[in-house]
Nanobody, 117 residues
Framework: QVQVVESGGGLVQPGGSLTLSCVVSGRIFSTSAMAWYRQTPGKQRELVAGITNGGTTNYADFVQGRFTISRDNAKDTAYLQMNNRKVEDTAVYYC???????????WGLGTQVTVST
């Protein structure tokens, strides 16, 4: 059974840093592409960053070099390091898992990130 669990959310001041973690169980991590999405009330979920099982990364334009996605296959964990946070980064952040050898994709329940003074 696949489980996706995010952690690391919280309150941070503008300009601050935060790192989110996503642990995936079910022995699919190393052969899965990982991604972070975010969603605010009334808006569609949007892609923040992605990383393939081979380590190739892609980022949304609004990241502007502030965020870094990474993965540790030994720990079945993906990370999203967020620097120079802005108020508009406030959202629920979701971890997405796309296995190479399965038709399904999997989502975590999300972790709230609030950027505020």
């Amino acid at each position: 059974q696949v489980q996706v669990v995010e952690s690391g959310g919280g309150l941070v001041q503008p300009g601050g840093s935060l790192t989110l973690s996503c642990v995936v169980s079910g022995r699919i991590f190393s052969t899965s592409a990982m991604a972070w999405y975010r969603q605010t009330p009334g808006k569609q979920r949007e892609l923040v960053a992605g990383i393939t099982n081979g380590g190739t990364t892609n980022y949304a334009d609004f990241v502007q070099g502030r965020f870094t996605i990474s993965r540790d296959n030994a720990k079945d964990t993906a990370y999203l390091q967020m620097n120079n946070r802005k108020v508009e980064d406030t959202a629920v952040y979701y971890c997405n898992v796309k296995p190479m050898f399965r038709p399904n994709e999997y989502w975590g329940l999300g972790t709230q990130v609030t950027v505020s003074t």
